[in-house]
């Protein structure tokens, strides 16, 4: 090795081997806050989303919904800045970066390929369709109920604020009682699977963007622009219980069932309805 270093190097083996030194310094990953996002996906993730969460239910209630700072609904909007920490930002980095890329193998190395080479990888393309039938088929199985709990728990008349005894199991049952009520009855006003419609407008046009055309250390912060639209959605849809008919009435009657106050309940008779 030491023989070799002491050899003479000519001219054009000098500007070689410089050129193959200085190479890989400019394909060295961005600097600033690309390379922070690259290095701390999880933290940026759940920032992301916490952040933009509260910030869609804030920009719903007062450019769609036209209320004044004095009339923001804060409980409501702390349910959403919840659901953005502890859902879809902690959660939903696990269920996006680490299970997926355990559940489909190929995910990984796909996201991370130049998007030409994407064109051609079919077996890539697959795996993407795979993914894109799990979150519009599959996710909101669980992502539903989730809300409505959390909804039930933090901003019903039943909620923990309220002071009343309400055991978690109430709770639990009201809010998916809530949630089948909106989409699987079929005296529902807004028809049949209403969350699951507007869920599917976004996501299915969303999710092929998130799982096809992006790196995969972008696909969380990716899914915060299309979710930050699915939620102004969810927030205008879901995050008021103060829904009134053209009569100034409200929709359902509201009756207790198993000791719990605040269950709706719809009226059969009303024409209406």
């Not at 000519?10 to 394909?27: D, F, H, M, T, Y």
């Not at 922070?36 to 804030?58: E, H, M, R, Y």
């Not at 972008?218 to 053209?246: K, Q, W």
Request: charge should be neutral; hydrophobic fraction near 45%.
């Amino acid at each position: 090795m030491v023989s070799l270093c002491r050899q003479p190097v000519r001219l054009g083996q000098r500007r070689l081997l410089c050129s193959a030194v200085e190479a890989p310094a400019a394909k060295e990953a961005p600097s600033g806050f690309l390379a922070w996002c690259a290095a701390n996906p999880i933290k940026f993730g759940v920032s992301v989303a916490t952040v933009k969460t509260a910030a869609a239910d804030l920009l719903t209630q007062k450019a769609i919904e036209g209320k004044s700072w004095d009339h923001i609904d804060w409980r409501r909007n702390g349910l959403f800045t919840v659901f953005g920490f502890a859902y879809q930002g902690c959660f939903q980095y696990y269920l996006y970066v680490t299970l997926f890329s355990r559940w489909f193998a190929g995910a990984a190395r796909f996201a991370n390929q130049p998007f030409r080479a994407k064109l051609t990888d079919y077996a890539g393309q697959f795996d993407v369709l795979k993914q894109c039938l799990f979150d519009v088929l599959i996710h909101p199985i669980w992502f539903f109920p989730m809300y409505y709990t959390l909804k039930e728990a933090l901003c019903s008349e039943n909620s923990i604020f309220s002071g009343k005894d309400v055991s978690a199991g109430a709770i639990g049952t009201s809010a998916l009682t809530k949630y089948y009520q909106n989409n699987f009855d079929p005296s529902s006003p807004e028809g049949l699977l209403s969350d699951w419609l507007a869920f599917w407008k976004v996501w299915i046009i969303g999710d092929i963007v998130v799982y096809g055309c992006v790196p995969l250390w972008a696909r969380l912060p990716m899914n915060h622009v299309f979710s930050f639209v699915y939620i102004c959605i969810l927030s205008f849809m879901r995050g008021s219980d103060e829904v009134t008919r053209d009569d100034g009435a409200a929709p359902f009657d509201v009756t207790p069932i198993d000791g719990v106050e605040g269950f709706v309940r719809r009226d059969p008779s009303d024409p209406k309805e």
